[in-house]
Every structure is written in structure tokens, then in C-alpha cells.
């Protein structure tokens, strides 16, 4: 079964470190989920694709309004 969630609990974010780094190398671990913090702050979001119980993709994404 294939589930799309919001990465929102540490657990969740944490989760999706493995797909991260994939496209991101330079990322650390340890780091990671301070630096996902700041970007929720900012509006950010993480949106999880999970299959056989692994995440297998990531989408971040930002809602804004603009008048262009």
C-alpha cells in the first residue's frame, strides 16, 4: 500500500532523511531536523510518499500568495 502524508512529528521528518540525501549529499544527519524546524517556520512543508513501509520519495513545498 502507498500512503502520502505531511512530515510534520520528528519521527515523520526523520523518516524522510534517507530519500533527503539522495539529492542533497552535503546533508548531516544530526543537523537535519534543526534545520527542517527553521523551515516550518518559514511556511515549508514535507509531504511523504511511503511504500511497503519505507519512504521512497519526498516533496517540499511552500504555499504562498503573490500578486504576479
Known sequence: ?????IATTPKEI???FSVMCQ??????????FTRI???QVE????ASLEHENAV???AVFLIQN???
Do not use: H, N
Open 14 to 16: 526523520a523518516r524522510c
Open 66 to 68: 503573490m500578486l504576479s
Open 1 to 5: 500500500m502507498r500512503t502520502i502524508q
Open 23 to 32: 539529492l542533497r549529499p552535503l546533508l548531516i544527519e544530526e543537523e537535519f
Open 43 to 46: 511556511g515549508y512543508q514535507r
Open 56 to 58: 521512497v520519495s519526498v
Open 37 to 39: 524546524q527553521a523551515q
